[in-house]
């Protein structure tokens, strides 16, 4: 096949044009793929306008391969092709990981990658593209482009060129503004209303959308050094509390005082007939509660409210291992989804205060993006992880108990 590309009777407006329209494409391409995978529309790419530049670049690094390659194997040039995207995809990646300070795609997660710039798997798809889009859409794009007239071609370039070099200015603002948001966020955290982390949080929303390992960026730099910090301070809690509480019972009658009219509430107590770890979620979030109510009193925190929270951390009626119930279909995943139903079966049974409310939204931190508000809602969240870890590892024990049981039992 000839390469249509290199004619030099045609002016440096109409490769502009092509450019354009391979940007375009590549735009379409991804906002499929990931409208797909977040079942929603979402505007990818970094430049606000419908273009991703890397696929141009990408669409002309191949055009002038195939010029110097047209009559090799087609194995030889799927090889060539899929090497040199492959390099432009590791350089771009390298350079705005150095010019941003962050990754705007991480493939460290996949097999055979590199340094989470490139992987095997895309590497793949990007030279299987390559093949199909010089054998079918080059020929066709081109053959139509260069009937164009040429002053049209030649506004339409300038306008293009002018529109993309304020849109890259105004993205890389924006890329900006969402690393020192960030730093922000992490920095006034504690300072911020809830309402005015949702709005910066919110401000980020498209960007985070169009690139979801932004999302590991957001949690290496807030929660991760949050928990850092919360973890020094709850860790030393361990010898001075816990131990010294185990296999206390009754419990205090402050605390109870603190609690009865949940505890006694028809609804709540259905919770007794749903398993959740080796126990039920009543004995569970009654754990949960009391030790929270011990480490907040000690700490003299509210611990009013965070025995109320915890009580109502997995206010939720539904089997967690076996689940297809309209509060939660079988498709949408309960560790995400739970604090949400069981914030909202606490507003309908009881009147729940901002704490609370944080205690059980926020139970399951750091898995959701935004971290606790109030020291009551971490030790909550800790108390949580202490104890469902202790329970699994005791029903482990069990198991293996009986099953070593069953077997002496079989032997002469
Ligand atoms: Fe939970
Ligand atoms: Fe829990």
């Given at each position: 096949?000839k390469?249509l ?29 990931r409208?797909?995978?977040?079942r ?8 606000f306008g ?17 010029h ?5 194997h ?13 390099l ?11 010019i941003?300070k ?5 493939y460290s ?5 590199l340094?989470?710039h ?5 590497s793949?798809?990007w ?5 199909v ?11 139509r ?8 071609a030649?506004?339409?370039?300038i306008v293009?060129?002018i529109?993309f070099g304020?849109d ?8 900006a ?15 911020l209303?809830?309402?005015e982390?949702?709005?910066?949080l919110?401000s980020f929303?498209?960007?985070r959308?169009a ?12 929660n991760?050094?949050?928990k ?26 402050e ?13 709540f ?8 770890h080796?126990s ?14 011990r480490?907040?009193k000690?700490l003299?925190l509210d ?6 929270g915890a009580?109502?951390h ?5 089997d967690?291992r ?9 498709e ?6 739970h ?22 939204k926020?139970?399951m ?15 909550v969240?800790?108390a ?13 024990k ?10 002496s039992?079989?032997?002469?």
């Amino acid at each position: 096949m000839k390469n249509l590309m290199f004619n030099d009777t045609i002016s440096f407006f109409y490769y502009i044009l092509l450019f354009a329209i391979y940007c375009f494409m590549g735009w379409t391409l991804e906002v499929i793929y990931r409208s797909i995978a977040q079942r929603k529309f979402v505007n990818a790419g970094f430049l606000f306008g419908p273009f991703i530049p890397i696929y141009g670049l990408g669409a002309f690094i191949i055009i002038v391969m195939q010029h110097f390659f047209q009559d090799g194997h087609l194995v030889a040039r799927f090889i060539v092709f899929g090497l040199a995207i492959t390099l432009m995809e590791y350089l771009t990646g390298f350079l705005s990981e150095k010019i941003f300070k962050m990754k705007l795609w991480d493939y460290s997660e996949n097999k055979f990658n590199l340094h989470g710039h490139v992987c095997l798997h895309f590497s793949i798809i990007w030279a299987l593209l390559a093949l199909v889009f010089l054998r079918f859409v080059h020929p066709a794009v081109f053959q139509r482009v260069v009937l164009l007239d040429e002053e049209v071609a030649k506004i339409t370039g300038i306008v293009f060129m002018i529109y993309f070099g304020i849109d890259y200015t105004f993205s890389v603002m924006s890329l900006a503004a969402f690393r020192k948001g960030v730093a922000y966020l992490y920095d006034q955290y504690f300072n911020l209303s809830s309402i005015e982390i949702e709005d910066i949080l919110q401000s980020f929303q498209r960007l985070r959308e169009a690139f979801p390992d932004l999302n590991k960026y957001v949690n290496q730099n807030i929660n991760g050094r949050i928990k850092i910090k919360v973890d020094s301070f709850l860790k030393p809690l361990q010898e001075k509390i816990i131990l010294e509480m185990e296999g206390r019972r009754p419990f205090e009658k402050e605390y109870y005082e603190a609690v009865q009219d949940i505890l006694q509430h028809e609804e709540f107590l259905k919770l007794k007939d749903y398993f959740h770890h080796n126990s039920s979620i009543y004995h569970h979030v009654h754990d949960v509660a009391y030790l929270s109510y011990r480490i907040s009193k000690y700490l003299k925190l509210d611990y009013r409210s965070a025995a109320r929270g915890a009580l109502l951390h997995d206010f939720f009626l539904y089997d967690w291992r076996n689940h297809d119930v309209p509060d939660l279909p079988r498709e949408k995943f309960h560790g995400l989804e739970h604090p949400k139903i069981a914030v909202a079966n606490a507003r309908k049974h009881f009147s729940i205060n901002d704490i609370e409310e944080d205690i059980i939204k926020k139970h399951m931190w750091p898995l959701t993006i935004v971290p606790p508000k109030y020291k009551e809602s971490y030790i909550v969240s800790f108390a949580d992880k202490y104890l469902s870890s202790r329970e699994f590892i005791n029903e482990y024990k069990k198991r293996i108990n009986r099953r070593q049981g069953k077997k002496s039992a079989k032997k002469p």
